[in-house]
C-alpha cells in the first residue's frame, strides 16, 4: 500500500511570506507527529494528532508555527512570517494507534529554505 | 540539553567486516529504543527496536544491544554491505508518555567501501 505521503517535496520561499506544508498519512494511521531536521541535527519533534483528541503541541518551537489535521487524516503544518532559522527538512510520520513503542513511518520531507 | 547522543558523525567500514554504530541517552524514562536508516532524499526507515526488558535483539544482519546501567546501547551490522551505507540515527521513546513521542540522535553517517 502507499506510504506517507509529504507536498511539496521542496519548498523556497523569502523571510516573512507564509508556507504550508502537507502530510497524508498511511491510510487506517490514526497517529500523526511532524518532526523537523535542522542542518547537522537530529530530528526534532513538533506536533502530535491521535484521532480526535486534543493535539500535543509541546515541540512547536513558536507561535509562528501551528498544524492541523482534517477529518483525521490529511495533516497541514503552517509557519507564519518565516524565518530562515526556519530553513530545514520538515518530516511528517503516522502510526497505527500512537501508543508506545509502535513503529512510526515517515514520510520523504519536504525540504524548506527561507531567503 | 541533548537527551539522546551519537557521539560518532561518522563511520567507515570495509563490506564484509562489522559495523558498530553507538547511542548514549541521558533520560532514565525512555523505556523503547529504535535505530532508523535514512537515504539522502528519503524519509527516515525503521530498522530495529529493543524494549527495555530486554538486552539484545536480533533481525537477520542487525542486532542491537542495550546497556541499561550504562544508558547505552549499540546497533552492530554483520556483514556490512555497501547498501547499508546511509545516515543511521538512534531515536528513544518516554515511557511515561501515553504515546510513541521519539527523541533522536543527530546521526552517524555510515560508509561501506567495496
Known amino acids: 500500500g502507499a506510504g506517507v505521503s509529504q507536498s511539496p517535496s521542496n519548498k523556497v520561499t523569502e523571510k516573512g511570506k507564509d508556507v504550508e506544508l502537507r502530510c497524508d498519512p498511511i491510510s487506517g494511521h490514526t497517529a500523526l507527529y511532524w518532526y523537523r531536521q535542522s542542518l547537522g541535527q537530529g530530528l526534532e519533534f513538533l506536533i502530535y494528532f491521535q484521532g480526535n483528541s486534543a493535539p500535543d503541541k509541546s515541540g512547536l518551537p513558536s507561535d509562528r508555527f501551528s498544524a492541523e489535521r482534517t477529518g483525521g487524516s490529511v495533516s497541514t503544518l503552517t509557519i507564519q512570517r518565516t524565518q530562515q532559522e526556519d530553513s530545514a527538512v520538515y518530516l511528517c510520520?503516522?502510526?497505527?494507534?500512537?501508543?508506545?513503542?509502535?513503529?512510526?513511518?515517515f514520510g520523504p520531507g519536504t525540504r524548506l529554505l527561507v531567503l | 540539553d541533548q537527551q539522546v547522543k551519537q557521539n560518532s558523525p561518522s563511520l567507515s567500514v570495509q563490506e564484509g567486516r562489522i559495523s558498530i554504530l553507538n547511542c548514549d541517552y541521558t533520560?532514565?524514562?525512555?523505556?523503547?529504543f529504535l535505530w532508523y536508516k535514512k537515504y539522502p532524499a528519503e524519509g527516515p526507515t525503521f530498522l530495529i527496536s529493543?524494549?527495555?526488558?530486554?538486552d539484545k535483539n536480533e533481525d537477520g544482519r542487525f542486532t542491537v544491544f542495550l546497556n541499561k546501567s550504562a544508558k547505552h546501547l549499540s546497533l552492530h551490522i554483520v556483514p556490512s554491505q555497501p547498501g547499508d551505507s546511509a545516515v543511521y540515527f538512534c531515536?528513544?521513546?518516554?515511557?511515561?508518555?501515553?504515546?510513541?513521542?521519539?527523541?533522536f540522535g543527530q546521526g552517524t553517517i555510515l560508509t561501506v567501501h567495496p
Open positions: 531515536a528513544a521513546s518516554d515511557g511515561g508518555t501515553s504515546y510513541g513521542k521519539l527523541t
Open positions: 529493543i524494549s527495555s526488558i530486554k
Open positions: 510520520a503516522s502510526s497505527l494507534a500512537g501508543q508506545g513503542q509502535e513503529t512510526q513511518y
Open positions: 533520560n532514565s524514562m525512555f523505556d523503547y
